[in-house]
């Protein structure tokens, strides 16, 4: 809490009220308006919520004008360069890197939870065995309340911290056995002497007749996109997952509906979008007609990939990942003439005046697809491969907000436009 002030004052009463501003260690300040309509009668009117901040966090913070992403103060480029995504999850949850002792004992213990419960497989095959990944995901997670009924006493922090540990290692497990049977595929077991990204990809592409070859690079291009999705302060689905859990619903509830909340193309989903729009472009040529569209307000068609709410600069993510996707590529010998198209879309937009204008940059999930296309994980399972990885984001928020004394139910307001009231007719007087 800052001395600063800011005083409100009612043009039609003349009357005027105080209220605090609120700072964090980095950041613009904020109007803590907490007590406004105690004092003055009003409420604040703000869709999209694009000038409220819900909470106090310690997680994550991000610059849109610069350009800056920190997990816990350290920069995202540090991170990718230096970490893994299971040392960033440590971080994300205990605000600290860990020493190489703590590190082991977390790795173990993540690896020692990544078993799904038997039962789940006859849950899995309730579905329709084209039913979209998303859905299996989000209705498999959920459905984890079931089977940890007897550790649900979130006034615990011991069951709390329990519960973030499964559904981090849980998360590839139920993520490979969906799409296994998606394929019609025996779904493979957790192998615990791989670490966390290369037992998932084995998990998912191993087949019992042959062993899988990985190339070092795969594994490698995998854990950054890990890293670099695993939080981002209170985007839609961590706001989703914030406001489930302040009502005290279960982490496994409340990670369902964050995964519900990701699968939009306004979210998570566009990076399934991207790729989509990417095949419908086709060639290189058909770039400068795309853009076009995308400033047609009528069409209905935005360029996936770009643009983004805190981001009026490059997205750090987005050329962290560009970089990476040219030198998997490159590596796997892969000449995906997407990347073509996707290149000169890039270089088009950011020419053009509309998008100059509006700040619109790529964002991380504009080449995010080209890398899992070469990995060859399919189109269906990229938002669940984000998924994956935001689950850490998700219950490290969870887990701060538990600890948060100003937490409450959240409950925004409305403006009212329906009917004023009026009395009930029967059917002969309609
Ligand atoms: N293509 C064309 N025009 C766009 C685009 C786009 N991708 N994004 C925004 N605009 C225009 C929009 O029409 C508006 O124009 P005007 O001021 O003339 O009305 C202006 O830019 C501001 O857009 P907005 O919709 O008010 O911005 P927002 O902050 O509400 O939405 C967004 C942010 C990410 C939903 C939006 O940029 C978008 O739909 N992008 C495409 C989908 C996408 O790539 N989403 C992934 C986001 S990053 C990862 C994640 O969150 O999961």
Redesign the pocket.
């Known amino acids: 809490m800052s001395d600063k002030t800011v005083q409100i004052t009612d043009s039609a009463t003349n009357k005027t009220a105080t209220f605090p501003i609120v700072t964090g260690t980095l950041g613009p300040p904020a109007i803590d308006i907490g007590k406004l309509n105690k004092e003055t009668g009003y409420f604040t009117f703000d869709p999209?919520f694009?000038a409220t901040a819900a909470a106090r966090s310690a997680i994550t913070f991000i610059d849109g004008d610069a350009g800056v992403l920190l997990y816990r103060g350290y920069p995202i480029d540090q991170l990718a360069k230096q970490s893994n995504f299971l040392e960033v999850s440590y971080l994300l949850l205990n605000g600290q890197l860990p020493d190489k002792a703590k590190f082991s004992a977390f790795e173990d213990e993540i690896t020692h939870h990544t078993m799904m419960h038997e039962a789940l497989k006859n849950f899995l095959h309730g579905f329709h065995h084209d039913a979209h990944p998303m859905a299996m995901l989000c209705g498999s997670i959920a459905s984890l309340s079931a089977f940890y009924h007897d550790t649900l006493d979130m006034d615990d922090p011991e069951q709390r911290r329990l519960a973030a540990i499964r559904l981090i290692a849980k998360m590839p497990t139920i993520a490979a056995a969906a799409y296994r049977y998606s394929i019609g595929w025996p779904i493979r077991y957790p192998r615990n002497n791989l670490d966390y990204v290369t037992r998932f990809l084995h998990m998912m592409f191993e087949v019992p007749s042959e062993p899988l070859q990985l190339s070092p690079i795969v594994a490698k291009a995998l854990d950054l996109l890990f890293i670099l999705h695993a939080d981002?302060e209170q985007?839609?689905s961590t706001s989703t997952v914030r406001l489930v859990g302040s009502t005290g619903a279960n982490p496994y509830a409340c990670v369902a509906a964050g995964i519900a909340a990701?699968w939009g193309?306004?979210?998570?989903g566009?990076n399934e979008?991207?790729l989509k729009m990417l095949a419908q472009i086709g060639d290189a040529k058909n770039v400068g007609k795309a853009v076009e569209k995308?400033?047609d307000?009528n069409s209905g068609f935005?360029?996936?990939?770009?643009?983004?709410?805190v981001y009026k600069n490059f997205?750090p993510r987005a050329t962290i990942i560009r970089d990476m996707c040219h030198k998997l590529l490159a590596d796997l010998n892969v000449n995906d003439p997407l990347l073509d198209v996707a290149m000169a879309l890039e270089e088009v937009a950011l020419k053009d005046s509309?998008f100059v204008e509006?700040k619109?940059y790529p964002?991380?999930?504009?080449y995010s697809g080209l890398i899992y296309k070469a990995l060859k994980i399919p189109t269906e399972m990229f938002t669940v491969m984000?998924a994956i990885a935001r689950t850490s984001g998700w219950v490290a928020h969870w887990l701060e907000q538990h600890l948060d004394p100003e937490t409450r139910i959240g409950r925004p307001r409305q403006i009212y436009t329906g009917s004023v009231k009026r009395d009930y007719v029967g059917f002969d007087k309609r």
């Open positions: 999209g694009a981002h985007n839609a990701l193309p306004a979210h998570g566009a979008a991207v995308a400033k307000k935005r360029l996936m990939g770009f643009g983004h709410r997205d509309y509006r619109l964002n991380v999930d504009f984000f």
